[in-house]
Structure formats: structure tokens, C-alpha cells
């Protein structure tokens, strides 16, 4: 078989992850396997403490494996790249920072040049709808704007995948479905590699087109499921019998995981 179409955007392979501290040893990943497809949107749900900021840390390369392989088109991720690009749920905007410097903060890493940083800047800036916020700070706006900042940050600086790591899970419903519906028509017209982490099954089955959920910790992968629900996904799509029977399936896979992580930390 031709081993181009065989590559996978990431990849990650039998990979443990063992934080080792004064207080002793956390296995949080055994034996993770998992592979994105470039240009697919996944989305990881799972219990809290599973290991999906773990798992999402190592293929940004903050943080290395202790066994396995965590590969990117096919290399392995040996520290942070501006291929990969993360954002966290609580917005990490430099506060000394304007709007437009920090979107154009990744830009002046990458040694753009002034005037194509602040054309790319405006652009983004442009694309999460934030025309005239240019000179605000992350202080004067909302939580649902600096995340919104994040977006055009993460995005301004053209990164192949982009890592959302419970980006909308501090904001309140009505922005967090205006920022899903944002997130979704950029998806749709750049195309990115994405990994999302929610703990909200409707989310994921909102945004994504491949859902993983993950074991109680020690974390991998318990199951994966396609999601080829028709986009809008509107009311109408929720209400369908495909949606409650994929929201049913998840919920049992979660469910099953949340009662295994509760008896581990009752032993
Ligand atoms: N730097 C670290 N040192 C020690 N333990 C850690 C560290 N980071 C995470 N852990 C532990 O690893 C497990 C998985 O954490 P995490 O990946 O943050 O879970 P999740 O994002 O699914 O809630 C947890 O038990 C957590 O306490
Ligand atoms: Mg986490």
C-alpha cells in the first residue's frame, strides 16, 4: 500500500505517561493509541483527571512521553513547534498586551514582518469579529472576547492543528454556542487538523467529525466513534434519532469510565 496515504497528521503510539514527583508516581496515560487525520476535527470527552491535558501536552511538545510514540506527519514531536498550536480554557492573553499585539505575538516569534503581521493581525482579528477592540486590553473585554483573541492568536499564526484544550468550558451558555458556531465556519474554511477536549458530549457532538472517549486514568483510548451528523447541526439535527442514539452511546462510555475513576479514588 502506498505509505503517503497511509500517514496520519498524528499519531500516537502504545505511549505511556508517568509524572514522577516527592509524593510519588501518577500514571496518567498506558498505552494511549490513537491517529488524526489531517483536516479531521476530533474531539476527546472523558472524566476529569483521565489524562486528556496530558495527552493533549505531549503532541503540543511541552511535555515528553516516557514510552511510545508521539508523531507528527510521521516524525516524532520532540518540543513545541508553531505547526501545533494550543489553547487553553483560561485564555493566556498577555494582560500588558493589546488585542492586536497579542494576536500578532506568535507573528513576531516567527520573525513576520511588521507590515504583513499587522495585514494577518487585522485579518484574524477580522474573522472572530472583533473590529475595533484592536487597541483594548485582555482586561476590558468579556470572557467569551479573549477567547475569541486566543482564536485569532492561534489562528493568525497558520498552524497546521490546532490543540483546544476545554476552551469554552468557564464561558457562559449563550457565548459559548456563538463561539461553537465561530469555531466551526473557521473549520469549515481553513481546514486545520483539530483536537478539542470537552467535557460536554453535546459539544463534541456539535463540532466534531470523529469523537474519542478515554479510560479512567490511567488514560487511552476506550472508544471512537464517527460523527457524520449533517452540519448546521441545528435543533432539528439534535432532535434526530441518529444524534440521541450517538449522545446515548457516548453517555454509557463516559458514564462506564466516571464510576471506574470514582472506585480508584475510593481504594
Ligand atoms: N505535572 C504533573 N505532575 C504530577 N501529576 C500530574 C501532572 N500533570 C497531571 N498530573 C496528573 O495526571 C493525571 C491526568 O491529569 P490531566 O491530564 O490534567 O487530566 P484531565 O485533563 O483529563 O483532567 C491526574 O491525576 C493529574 O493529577
Ligand atoms: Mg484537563
Known amino acids: 500500500m502506498d505509505t503517503i496515504t497511509e500517514q496520519k497528521k498524528i499519531s500516537l503510539r502504545n505511549v505511556d505517561k508517568?509524572?514522577?514527583?516527592d509524593k510519588g508516581e501518577v500514571q496518567a496515560l498506558k498505552g494511549l493509541?490513537?491517529?488524526?487525520?489531517?483536516?479531521e476535527f476530533l474531539a476527546i470527552v472523558g472524566?476529569?483527571?483521565c489524562g486528556k491535558s496530558t495527552l493533549l501536552n505531549l503532541v503540543a511538545g511541552f511535555d515528553q512521553a516516557t514510552c511510545g510514540d508521539?508523531?507528527?506527519?510521521?516524525?516524532?514531536?520532540?518540543?513545541?513547534?508553531?505547526e501545533c498550536n494550543m489553547i487553553f480554557q483560561q485564555y493566556a492573553l498577555f494582560p500588558w498586551k493589546t488585542v492586536q499585539e497579542n494576536v500578532e505575538f506568535g507573528l513576531k516569534m516567527q520573525r513576520v514582518a511588521k507590515g504583513e503581521?499587522?495585514?494577518?493581525?487585522?485579518?484574524?482579528?477580522?474573522?472572530?469579529?472583533?473590529?475595533?477592540?484592536?487597541?483594548?486590553?485582555?482586561?476590558?473585554?468579556?470572557?467569551?472576547?479573549?477567547?475569541?483573541?486566543s482564536i485569532a492568536r492561534s489562528m493568525a499564526s497558520n498552524p497546521k492543528v490546532m490543540l483546544l484544550d476545554e476552551p469554552f468550558a468557564a464561558l457562559d451558555a449563550m457565548t459559548r454556542q456563538v463561539l461553537q458556531e465561530q469555531l466551526v465556519r473557521i473549520y469549515e474554511k481553513h481546514r486545520k487538523t483539530i483536537i478539542f477536549i470537552t467535557h460536554s458530549i453535546d459539544e463534541a457532538l456539535l463540532l466534531s467529525s470523529r469523537i474519542a472517549v478515554m479510560t479512567a486514568r490511567p488514560g487511552r483510548i476506550?472508544?471512537?466513534?464517527?460523527?457524520?451528523?449533517?452540519?448546521?447541526?441545528?435543533?432539528?439535527?439534535?432532535?434526530?434519532n441518529r444524534y440521541v442514539e450517538l449522545k446515548r452511546m457516548i453517555w454509557d462510555s463516559v458514564q462506564a469510565e466516571v464510576l471506574k475513576s470514582m472506585e480508584v479514588e475510593t481504594q
Not at 18 to 21: E, K, R, V
Not at 33 to 39: F, W
Not at 73 to 82: A, F, M, Q
Not at 227 to 240: E, F, M, T
Open 222 to 240: 476506550a472508544q471512537e466513534i464517527v460523527n457524520a451528523l449533517p452540519h448546521p447541526r441545528n435543533a432539528d439535527v439534535q432532535l434526530s
Open 18 to 21: 508517568i509524572f514522577t514527583s
Open 33 to 39: 493509541s490513537l491517529d488524526v487525520e489531517d483536516g
Open 117 to 149: 503581521r499587522k495585514e494577518r493581525a487585522h485579518r484574524f482579528i477580522d474573522l472572530v469579529g472583533l473590529n475595533g477592540f484592536e487597541a483594548s486590553f485582555p482586561h476590558q473585554l468579556s470572557g467569551g472576547m479573549k477567547q475569541r483573541v
Open 70 to 82: 508521539v508523531l507528527l506527519d510521521g516524525d516524532p514531536v520532540t518540543g513545541i513547534t508553531p
Open 47 to 49: 472524566a476529569s483527571g
